[in-house]
């Protein structure tokens, strides 16, 4: 999941 | 990390304090939107359940945390220690007009269908128009206090810094997001109207108040 959609901004 | 995002965040935490502070030094909560509040804490609940599965740095971690229960605690002193004074008569705003279909349109329109990525999409949507109760009260009251006035230019300003972070890290890493960005950039747009009066009124000394 998270390895594709890299959501690093709060 | 870039500046710009760096400046947004504390404006972000600078919007959640000063609206903490307000609600407790006065010991009241008038002319506060408990239902913006609420569709926060359903924003930062939604998108940060990635805190147990996805470790990014200290400094996200923390910020996290401290958005959720800062927001809670919030919503605690409008809705309960400071529930005589919510302003509920103002506060009409038809929220779940707003969370029904921004949930629907998170189904179909997103990164990747799995149900972090769908609640993390919802979250960015709904955040975009969650301060349309609080905007909604303002107008139907014809007047916000200036400390609220303050709240809502440091959250607009937050928002307008995030998009000059979009613009920074296109051009130095190729990075964008589009859902983040049409979000963003709507979210940035509601906040216009209200830039404007709290230039020509709040900054030169007066109250906040709206032309009938």
């Given at each position: 999941r998270y390895?594709f959609v890299d959501h690093?901004e709060? | 990390?870039?500046?710009?995002?760096?400046?947004?965040?504390?404006?972000?935490?600078?919007?959640?304090?000063?609206?903490?502070?307000?609600?407790?030094?006065?010991?009241?909560?008038?002319?506060?939107?408990?239902?913006?509040?609420?569709?926060?804490?359903m924003v930062f609940l939604t998108r940060y359940l990635d805190?147990?599965?996805?470790?990014?740095?200290?400094?996200?971690?923390?910020?996290?945390?401290?958005?959720?229960?800062?927001?809670?605690?919030?919503?605690?002193?409008?809705?309960?220690?400071?529930?005589?004074?919510?302003?509920?008569?103002?506060?009409?705003?038809?929220?779940?007009?707003l969370v029904i279909p921004i949930a629907g349109l998170a189904v179909l329109v997103n990164h990747e269908f799995s149900l972090f990525e769908i609640l993390w999409t919802f979250s960015i949507y709904l955040e975009s128009v969650s301060?349309?109760?609080?905007?909604?009260?303002?107008?139907?009251?014809?007047?916000?206090?200036?400390?609220?006035?303050?709240?809502?230019?440091?959250?607009?300003?937050?928002?307008?810094?995030?998009?000059?972070?979009?613009?920074?890290?296109?051009?130095?890493?190729?990075?964008?997001d589009w859902i983040a960005i049409v979000a963003g950039?709507v979210q940035?747009?509601?906040?216009?109207?209200?830039?404007?009066?709290?230039?020509?009124?709040?900054?030169?000394?007066?109250?906040?108040?709206?032309?009938?």
């Amino acid at each position: 999941r998270y390895s594709f959609v890299d959501h690093d901004e709060l | 990390m870039n500046i710009f995002r760096l400046a947004g965040d504390i404006s972000h935490l600078l919007a959640i304090f000063i609206l903490l502070i307000k609600i407790w030094r006065s010991r009241s909560c008038a002319g506060i939107s408990g239902k913006s509040q609420v569709l926060f804490g359903m924003v930062f609940l939604t998108r940060y359940l990635d805190l147990f599965t996805s470790f990014i740095s200290v400094y996200n971690t923390v910020m996290k945390v401290i958005f959720i229960l800062a927001t809670l605690v919030t919503i605690y002193l409008v809705f309960f220690k400071f529930r005589a004074t919510y302003d509920s008569n103002n506060d009409t705003f038809r929220a779940e007009l707003l969370v029904i279909p921004i949930a629907g349109l998170a189904v179909l329109v997103n990164h990747e269908f799995s149900l972090f990525e769908i609640l993390w999409t919802f979250s960015i949507y709904l955040e975009s128009v969650s301060i349309m109760p609080q905007l909604y009260m303002i107008s139907k009251t014809g007047e916000a206090e200036t400390i609220t006035s303050h709240y809502l230019f440091a959250l607009g300003l937050y928002r307008g810094l995030y998009i000059v972070n979009w613009v920074w890290r296109y051009y130095t890493e190729q990075f964008y997001d589009w859902i983040a960005i049409v979000a963003g950039v709507v979210q940035t747009l509601l906040y216009c109207d209200f830039f404007y009066l709290y230039i020509t009124k709040v900054i030169k000394g007066k109250e906040m108040s709206l032309p009938a």
